[in-house]
């Protein structure tokens, strides 16, 4: 069965985060990218790697459901879904993938490696298929093929 949900990222620096004042439990990140300002809602619901605590300067990818509705203001404001903090030089994905390792929109084709570390959303190991999950992915670089193909660092399984 093939996913409903599907989610972009966007890389950026924090620049600012900031308390909704009418909202107690959610914050607002603004991220620097090449193309501007964007906003990103943070909840209770948002996932965010390994429980970072956010700062300034950080450099992010954050993703949102491109199902949900967004307000058409400026700057663009989105729901976070899931934040990574991320390196230069290192990408990170958020997809469904298919029991052949193969993302739900044919962006990227996975190649495990006994150097790929696995993990549930809570860091507990990974000991099962990967197919047929949502994960995220870490990895830096692909092939020239289509699909692109990677050996990716380390995978978040969310089952």
């Known amino acids: 069965m093939r996913p409903t949900t599907y989610y972009t990222g966007i890389t950026g620096i924090i620049e600012r985060i900031a308390p909704i004042r009418s909202e107690c439990c959610n914050q607002i990140v603004s991220i620097r990218t090449m193309d501007g300002m964007i906003n990103f ?3 209770p619901g948002t996932y965010i ?12 990818t954050a993703f949102y459901d491109t199902s949900q509705p967004v307000p058409l203001i400026y700057p663009p404001q989105y729901q976070a879904a899931f934040i990574a903090r991320t390196e230069p030089g290192e990408n990170v994905m958020v997809a469904y993938f298919d029991k052949d390792l193969l993302s739900s929109e044919n962006q990227l084709k996975l190649n495990i490696s006994s150097d790929t570390r696995v993990t549930t959303a809570n860091g507990q190991r990974f000991t099962c298929s990967l197919g047929n999950h949502l994960l995220m992915v870490y990895y830096g670089a692909t092939t020239r ?8 660092e380390r995978i978040i399984v969310f089952c």
Do not use: C, K
Request: glycine share 4%; no cysteine; net charge positive.
């Open 41 to 43: 809602i943070l909840s």
């Open 145 to 152: 093929s289509i699909p692109p193909q990677t050996n990716p």
């Open 49 to 60: 790697v390994d429980n970072a605590p956010l700062r300034t300067g950080m450099r992010v």
